[in-house]
């Protein structure tokens, strides 16, 4: 995005990385920083409303919330269907995103105004041909077309996430045709075209 001499790059992912042939599970991965914008809290309010209880979710990372979200989840008796697997990197990260079936980012705007960019999660979950469920805040909209390449649900409402859930877990092509969408759309975002814009802004 330029305006006068202001240019806009987003961050970018090496798709080669998270090269991964889609594979239908059930399994729901959120990865980043257990605050407030992520909105984390929405996730768990849904899983209580899901009734198949073969759906896992895996939340990875730290952050000032993950003792109250563990207290809710321990609390409604979720610890079955939920995992805190804390602060992944490296190989294993790649691992979990690959081994994933459906990636979320519920992320919403804060009180404060603070609201999500363009998470590098989501490239890197795109990259690996993950079906997407993402709210429609910050720069998520820019990438996720809904009914195209994932579901855009609206932000604090643990209702439409359950509903984005068990729409894509009973429906295998559907998820399928999403990640798909999703690994063709993230290849404007590979480091190699990124790099570039980079490059021939430092170059100016």
Request: hydrophobic share 40%; charged share 30%; aromatic share 8%.
């Given at each position: 995005?330029?305006?006068?001499?202001?240019?806009?790059?987003?961050?970018?992912?090496?798709?080669?990385?998270?090269?991964?042939?889609?594979?239908?599970?059930?399994?729901?991965?959120?990865?980043?920083?257990?605050?407030?914008?992520?909105g984390?809290?929405?996730?768990?309010?849904?899983?209580?409303?899901?009734?198949?209880?073969?759906?896992?979710?895996?939340?990875?990372?730290?952050?000032?919330?993950?003792?109250?979200?563990?207290?809710?989840?321990?609390?409604?008796?979720?610890?079955?269907?939920?995992?805190?697997?804390?602060?992944?990197?490296?190989?294993?990260?790649?691992?979990?995103?690959?081994?994933?079936?459906?990636?979320?980012?519920?992320?919403?705007?804060?009180?404060?105004g603070?609201?999500?960019?363009?998470?590098?999660?989501?490239?890197?979950?795109?990259?690996?041909?993950?079906?997407?469920?993402?709210?429609?805040?910050?720069?998520?909209?820019?990438?996720?077309?809904?009914?195209?390449?994932?579901?855009?649900?609206?932000?604090?409402?643990?209702?439409?996430?359950?509903?984005?859930?068990?729409?894509l877990?009973?429906?295998?092509?559907?998820?399928?045709?999403?990640?798909?969408?999703?690994?063709?759309?993230?290849?404007?975002?590979?480091?190699?075209?990124?790099?570039?814009?980079?490059y021939?802004?430092?170059?100016?």
């Amino acid at each position: 995005v330029k305006k006068d001499n202001i240019s806009v790059i987003p961050m970018g992912v090496d798709t080669n990385l998270y090269k991964n042939n889609y594979k239908f599970n059930k399994n729901i991965l959120f990865l980043g920083r257990l605050a407030g914008k992520k909105g984390v809290k929405y996730l768990l309010e849904a899983i209580k409303l899901v009734k198949d209880n073969k759906i896992k979710v895996y939340i990875a990372g730290e952050g000032p919330l993950r003792k109250e979200l563990e207290e809710f989840t321990k609390k409604n008796k979720l610890q079955n269907k939920i995992k805190f697997l804390g602060y992944v990197y490296g190989k294993e990260k790649i691992n979990l995103v690959k081994s994933c079936g459906i990636f979320i980012i519920p992320s919403i705007i804060t009180e404060q105004g603070d609201r999500e960019g363009l998470p590098v999660s989501l490239l890197e979950a795109m990259a690996a041909g993950k079906a997407i469920i993402a709210t429609n805040v910050g720069g998520i909209k820019e990438i996720i077309k809904d009914n195209y390449n994932g579901l855009l649900i609206k932000q604090r409402d643990a209702k439409e996430i359950t509903n984005a859930i068990e729409k894509l877990t009973k429906n295998k092509n559907l998820a399928s045709k999403f990640g798909k969408n999703a690994k063709k759309t993230v290849l404007n975002y590979d480091w190699k075209i990124i790099g570039k814009k980079y490059y021939n802004i430092l170059k100016r």
